[in-house]
């Protein structure tokens, strides 16, 4: 049985145009598709994640990623809206890749929620992500294309500071020091603790240079605000300046 293939126009708005060839960003644009496809399945065909679409219409009206075109639909599609944590009113926990650790450890001491583990595949990525409703935070489209996967947010730059200015902005990430940070190497929240508990676990300059410290629960990890900690905080601080975070202090 023949396909029946049918004509639809198609605009992408903004970043979303960078993932098309370049001679179909920045305009409309004829293109064929079969009837029984999805939305979902044409825009991700021309390698747009559907993790990085907020708003599509057809026709001017609000549609979802399972509606079937028909011909000379209009379809325009947008990208994921910014400062959705604002929102919502609560920050998004994440999950990132393998190849995401210093971005992980950045959200981290930040305060957020960001599981990473540098054994994991992808299947193991999209099962944690749908089962505890986190964003997969990744440079793979591919990853971001997976039809489990609820939410995703797709890193242009390879750097991890530039990295975390993306993410930030996108989900309005207070980056103020506001939230109580978390264990770099588990994820877990830091909790207070007197300093003569962890005493013999000190050098003696720390023990005698630091009255306060941190320690996790899970891997029992010692923390204070020492001169790593500063060189990290002086990093987060100078992203929230660069993207104009409301929160940086």
């Not at 599981?115 to 997969?136: C, F, I, P, Q």
């Not at 001169?227 to 409301?246: E, F, K, L």
Request: charged share 25%.
């Amino acid at each position: 049985m023949a396909v029946v293939r049918i004509v639809v126009e198609l605009r992408f708005y903004a970043e979303l145009a960078d993932f098309l060839p370049r001679a179909l960003r920045g305009r409309s644009f004829a293109h064929a598709v079969a009837m029984h496809e999805s939305v979902k399945h044409i825009i991700e065909a021309l390698g747009v994640p559907h993790t990085e679409v907020d708003v599509l219409l057809v026709n001017g009206e609000t549609a979802g990623m399972d509606r079937r075109l028909q011909a000379n639909d209009r379809v325009t599609v947008f990208p994921a809206l910014r400062r959705l944590a604002t929102l919502r009113g609560v920050a998004p926990h994440f999950a990132a890749d393998a190849h995401l650790g210093r971005l992980a450890r950045y959200l981290r001491f930040s305060g957020f929620d960001t599981l990473w583990d540098n054994g994991w595949d992808d299947a193991d990525l999209v099962a944690v992500a749908a089962s505890e409703d986190r964003v997969v935070l990744t440079r793979d489209r591919a990853l971001l294309m997976h039809r489990a996967l609820p939410q995703g947010c797709y890193l242009r730059d390879t750097a991890p500071l530039a990295q975390l200015a993306d993410v930030a902005a996108r989900y309005a990430l207070d980056l103020g020091g506001r939230h109580p940070a978390r264990c770099l190497e588990c994820n877990e929240r830091l909790d207070p603790v007197p300093k003569q508990e962890v005493a013999a676990r000190l050098f003696p300059g720390t023990l005698a240079g630091f009255d306060e410290f941190w320690r996790c629960g899970c891997c029992s990890g010692v923390f204070w605000r020492g001169s790593h900690w500063r060189r990290m905080r002086d990093a987060v601080d100078g992203v929230a300046r660069a993207i104009g975070n409301d929160f940086a202090r």
